[in-house]
């Protein structure tokens, strides 16, 4: 059933880690630069969450989200996994603003959620291609 509905599920789901991201990175953005760090530019911890943020958790599942559903298997769970890791970068105590700390564990749920259905679609692709199995 869920591989039935894979394709579905990878532009819902896909579009909700990107979208969820994309708040997180503008409320990051939009807050001021972390204080407290002494030997590294508070300013560069910014804008390097939010280039990866961008890479990471916007773009890499957009473009995942909207390839061939089928196809590339293995790199688009791995593109959710690493979009899953990059927003929970993102909640460091050192980077996380009020609002940004929900919107990244959603995205996380839903991209470490869709990397575990990527993973079971992949599965179930290569039972069908060889229905023999030695268990």
Do not use: H
Not at 29 to 44: M, Q, T
Not at 97 to 106: C, D, I, L, N, R
């Amino acid at each position: 059933m869920t591989t039935q509905l894979y394709s579905l599920l990878l532009r819902i789901v896909g579009l909700m880690v990107a979208a969820f991201s994309g708040i997180s990175l503008g409320l990051i953005w939009a807050s001021p630069s972390p204080e407290g760090l002494r030997n590294i530019d508070p300013l560069a911890v910014k804008n390097t969450t939010l280039a990866i943020l961008l890479v990471l958790g916007v773009a890499a599942p957009l473009i995942a989200a909207f390839s061939p559903a089928r196809k590339w298997l293995p790199l688009k769970a791995a593109v959710f996994a690493v979009a899953g890791f990059a927003n929970a970068a993102a909640l460091s105590p050192v980077i996380v603003v009020p609002f940004q700390g929900t919107t990244s564990a959603v995205a996380v749920v839903c991209a470490l959620a869709l990397a575990v259905l990527t993973i079971v679609a992949f599965m179930d692709s290569v039972q069908k291609k060889s229905p023999q199995s030695k268990f």
